[in-house]
C-alpha cells in the first residue's frame, strides 16, 4: 500500500523559511506526478507546488518566486521548500502522488494517494 508521510511543518514569523519533505513508500518519486497542496481552514484545498516524471515543476501563483519543490530519488522524498513566508501561507500541507501522465495543481480527485498533512503556521 502506497503511503506518504509529511514533515517539517511548524510555526514561524512571516519572512522566515521551512522545508517541508514527504517520503514515500511503496512506489516511487520517479514514476509518479508528486503535489504539494494546501487546506486552510474554511477553505477549499488547492495546489501549491507539482513535479512531474520528468522533473518539471509548476507552481501556484501564489507562491511561484518563493517556494521550489524538488525530489531526491535516491531517497524517495519529495520537498517543498518555503521561503519569505506570509499569513497567508498558514495552512495544513498535503503531499499527494499520481501515477499517469497528467500532472497539474487543480484536478485534485486525480491524484491517488495522499499524505495525513503537515501544519504550517505564519504569523505576522
Known amino acids: 500500500q502506497v503511503r506518504l508521510v509529511e514533515s517539517g511543518g511548524g510555526s514561524v514569523q512571516a519572512g522566515e523559511s521551512l522545508r517541508l519533505s514527504c517520503t514515500v513508500s511503496?512506489?516511487?518519486?520517479?514514476?509518479?506526478?508528486m503535489g504539494w497542496f494546501r487546506q486552510a481552514p474554511g477553505k477549499n484545498r488547492e495546489g501549491v507546488a507539482i513535479i512531474d516524471r520528468s522533473g518539471t515543476t509548476n507552481y501556484a501563483d501564489a507562491v511561484k518566486g518563493r517556494f521550489t519543490i524538488s525530489r531526491d530519488i535516491g531517497k524517495n522524498t519529495v520537498y517543498l521548500q518555503m521561503n519569505r513566508l506570509k499569513p497567508e501561507d498558514t495552512a495544513m500541507y498535503y503531499c499527494?502522488?499520481?501515477?499517469?501522465?497528467?500532472?497539474?495543481?487543480?484536478?485534485?480527485?486525480?491524484?491517488?494517494?495522499w499524505g495525513q498533512g503537515t501544519q504550517v503556521t505564519v504569523s505576522s
Open positions: 499527494a502522488a499520481h501515477l499517469g501522465s497528467w500532472c497539474g495543481l487543480t484536478r485534485l480527485s486525480y491524484y491517488d494517494d
Open positions: 511503496m512506489t516511487t518519486v520517479s514514476t509518479n506526478c
